[in-house]
């Protein structure tokens, strides 16, 4: 196996917070890869560093052993790094279809005004809503949404453009068991459709659940890493947690 | 009562409240067309709203729009519906970037002002006298408004923020107008410039100034129509709902905004240069002036922000009240305290505007039905606080 991405020395500083103190680590091509660690400890920081949302003032970010830190989200996206956010997020005045088509094809700006939203993407973007049970909604504003729907509806919209790699900011987090078990479902799914995944989540038993290796983090660095089984019984790991 | 009655009833008496003081007040027949026009003006939104059949509704709009100034010739009645169908362009073109994209400009009419100034200096340096010729160097001011927007939108959206982008924006308004007052040699300071005389006059004069706003306003219409329906205007659309999040799902946010904002001031700058013929003289705080803005902003408002039919709608209420205010009362401002009135008006009752406010209220059933179902199918029984999506 091959590193798909590599987070080499990060460091990103707000004020005098040190949100990610050095870190570094690998997620391997084709694995489902969690990231916990108490609040606070710089995961969501991580995954804006990752994704072009935050300029790391040191280290490097590697996609496939391209540097990738300097780039602008968008970019990150078209290279294949797709992300969800903590806070779940959609276009809220758009139909639920049009949220999905908005991801489909990273055109020009030349191409875009030519572009109508075309026939052959929204067949595709409906593909994916009924794969994720939501296809019935598409004519709906995606504002109207219960908050499951819309965090099934923020996977759907990155699933479109087709990613190698998908950071998850706690999927699980305020769904109720049933949408937990579903997006866990998903994720190993699409695992074994050849996507990588980086999951942050809080919810143990879905962590310990879905992944294949675990990396936990602590006042912005990585204090321990490997197999699931090995991670939950580190002493390090149950003091950063206590201890936090 | 039923949504599009609802509408009807809403526009008709918006109308009725604006307008009929007004016809009392004047003598002329003018204030009975204008109210005529706004009555055709919100069936044909209704209509247009509920059967979605905006290619055949518009084309009958066009075709009452042509046929205007053969029923209604008084100079009054054409002069009215010459700057309804203006701010029409104007407002739609506006709506590009500030509706689609979420992004208010309150200093547009710097294009309107450059535009003029453009048809004012060119015909004057050429020596061009007035005839039909000088719609083409109109075009020019579209010309001029399109170039100068480059450097204005890279500075107004260089910091990612709205709120810089308002102040930025109403700066370099003022910006335009100090310069304007100045620049002496070119501008001729606070004196004005004159734009030489069409070479037609009497009944017909307005007929051809007429014309021009109406082809004007339909290509605007077309162009806003095009770019909503484009992939591009998807993402200007995901941009206003969304900026961080339109960015990580790969919209390239900084040459969508910067390309909108562009585009939006080409029509308004050929607007101004139109203006500006018609009135035969300009002077700097007539064509860089906020009131423009303000007009803007309050017409795509009114009807609806980030609509294709709001800004229509909203400058066929607003250009035939303000213009009968103006030639009734004979005394400039009241049309100020008209917009200050309506402006809490729409805020209290209809904050989103008349024409989203109607979709929503026709929506709303057919989606909570929709949506209980597939909660019901997907089982996800965790109710949502801020299922009211947003709006603006
Ligand atoms: N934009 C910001 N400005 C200032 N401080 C920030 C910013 N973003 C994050 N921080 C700080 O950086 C630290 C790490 O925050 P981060 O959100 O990355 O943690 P997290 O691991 O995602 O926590 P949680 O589990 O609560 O989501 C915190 O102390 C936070 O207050
Ligand atoms: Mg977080």
Redesign the interface.
């Known amino acids: 196996m091959s590193a798909l991405l590599e987070v080499r020395g990060v460091r990103k500083r707000f004020g005098g917070v040190e949100a990610l103190a050095g870190c570094s680590f690998r997620v391997e091509e084709g694995s489902i890869t969690s990231l916990i660690g108490p609040n606070g400890s710089g995961k969501t920081t991580l995954f804006n560093a990752v994704t072009g949302f935050a300029t790391p003032d040191e280290g490097d970010v590697e996609l496939r052993g391209e540097k990738i830190q300097q780039l602008s989200p968008d970019r990150i996206y078209a290279k294949g790094l797709g992300r969800t956010f903590q806070q779940v997020r959609v276009f809220p005045r758009l139909s639920v279809l049009e949220n999905v088509l908005v991801a489909t094809s990273h055109s020009s700006v030349a191409q875009g005004l030519r572009t109508r939203t075309g026939a052959s993407e929204r067949e595709r973007a409906m593909e994916i809503l009924e794969y994720v049970n939501i296809a019935r909604l598409a004519g709906v504003p995606a504002g109207s949404l219960s908050f499951g729907q819309k965090k099934l509806l923020e996977i759907a919209t990155i699933l479109v453009g087709e990613p190698k790699l998908l950071l998850l900011d706690e999927p699980a987090g305020g769904v109720n068991p049933t949408m937990t078990q579903q997006i866990g479902d998903k994720i190993r799914e699409l695992n074994a459709r050849g996507i990588t995944f980086l999951v942050v989540e809080h919810n143990m038993e879905f962590v310990m659940g879905i992944s294949h290796r675990v990396v936990v983090m602590a006042r912005g660095k990585v204090i321990a890493e490997g197999p699931p089984d090995v991670v939950r019984r580190d002493p390090a790991v149950l003091e950063a947690y206590l201890g936090a | 009562m039923k949504p599009n009655n609802m509408l009807a009833a809403g526009v008709i008496s918006l109308a009725l409240a604006i307008l009929l003081p007004l016809t009392v007040l004047g003598s002329s027949s003018a204030g009975v067309i204008a109210f005529v026009v706004l009555v055709l003006a919100a069936l044909w939104a209704v209509y247009t709203i509920e059967k979605r059949r905006a290619l055949l509704t518009s084309l009958i709009g066009v075709i009452a729009a042509i046929a205007y100034p053969l029923v209604f010739n008084s100079t009054e009645a054409t002069t009215i519906m010459f700057f309804a169908l203006l701010y029409v362009a104007i407002a739609s073109s506006w709506n590009i970037i500030g509706g689609f994209t979420g992004y208010i400009s309150l200093g547009h009419a710097a294009f309107f002002g450059l535009g003029a100034y453009t048809i004012a200096l060119v015909a004057d340096r050429l020596g061009l006298s007035g005839g039909y010729g000088l719609f083409a160097v109109a075009l020019l001011g579209g010309v001029a408004a399109g170039l100068f927007a480059i450097p204005m939108g890279y500075i107004a959206l260089r910091l990612r923020t709205i709120h810089s982008f308002v102040i930025v924006t109403i700066a370099f308004l003022f910006m335009y107008q100090l310069l304007a007052f100045n620049l002496q040699d070119a501008t001729n300071g606070s004196s004005g410039l004159a734009v030489p005389q069409p070479d037609w006059s009497g009944a017909f004069f307005n007929i051809p100034f007429y014309f021009a706003a109406l082809l004007l306003a339909v290509l605007t219409v077309g162009l806003a129509a095009?770019?909503r329906?484009?992939?591009?205007g998807?993402?200007l659309?995901?941009i206003?709902?969304?900026e961080?999040?339109?960015?990580?799902?790969?919209?390239?946010?900084?040459?969508?905004k910067f390309?909108a904002y562009v585009i939006s001031a080409v029509p308004i700058g050929i607007a101004g240069a139109i203006y500006a013929y018609f009135s035969s003289y300009i002077y700097p705080q007539t064509v860089f002036d906020p009131m423009i803005d303000l007009t803007i902003v309050l017409s795509a408002f009114l009807g609806g922000m980030?609509t294709l039919l709001g800004p229509i709608l909203g400058s066929l209420v607003l250009q035939p009240a303000q213009q009968l205010l103006t030639l009734y009362t004979g005394a400039a401002g009241w049309d100020l305290v008209l917009f200050g009135v309506l402006f809490l008006v729409v805020i209290l009752l209809m904050p989103s505007g008349i024409v989203p406010t109607v979709v929503e209220r026709m929506?709303r059933a057919r989606?909570?039905e929709?949506?209980r179902?597939?909660?019901a199918?997907?089982?996800?029984?965790?109710?949502?606080a801020?299922?009211?999506?947003?709006?603006g």
Do not use: C, Y
């Open positions: 095009w770019i329906n484009s992939r591009f998807l993402g659309m995901a206003r709902d969304d961080d999040k339109a960015a990580g799902v790969g919209v390239d946010t900084w040459k969508h390309t980030g929506r989606v909570q929709a949506v179902k597939a909660d199918l997907s089982q996800d029984a965790v109710p949502d801020a299922a009211e999506g947003g709006q």
